[in-house]
């Protein structure tokens, strides 16, 4: 069964961190770019980064760019968002997409996860 799991969410106070991870089973992530993306009530659910297979181009929306860090282990089939001086503007469900290329768009991305909730208070 081809799954994508999220961890490592919570509630933060701002100016915290946390560390995001997207474990893949059924599925190796070797050939795949995987996408971060977050969604808040009442929003469109938007791209935050994404990381190529081999780790070679990364992007950053400019909301968390010098905030958040992605990063692969490939051998342990894991994708990580290190997400550091929190605020409360980045509260919200965050998800996991693999898909052929490393997009902040969530169109193009084959699998998804079922998010982890991130929530930052003032």
């Known amino acids: 069964q081809v799954q994508l799991v999220e961890s490592g969410g919570g509630l933060v106070q701002a100016g915290g961190s946390l560390r995001l991870s997207c474990a893949a089973s059924g599925f190796t992530l070797d050939y795949y770019g995987i996408g971060w993306f977050r969604q808040a009530p009442g929003k469109e659910r938007e791209g935050v980064s994404c990381i190529s297979n081999r780790g070679d181009t990364i992007k950053y929306a400019d909301s968390v760019k010098g905030r958040f860090t992605i990063s692969r282990d490939n051998a342990r089939n894991t994708v990580f968002l290190q997400m550091d001086n929190l605020k409360p503007e980045d509260t919200g469900v965050y998800y996991c997409?693999?898909?052929?290329?490393?997009?902040?768009?969530?169109?193009?991305?084959?699998?998804w996860g079922q998010g982890t909730q991130v929530t930052v208070s003032s």
């Open positions: 997409a693999a898909g052929l290329l490393p997009l902040l768009l969530k169109d193009g991305y084959d699998y």
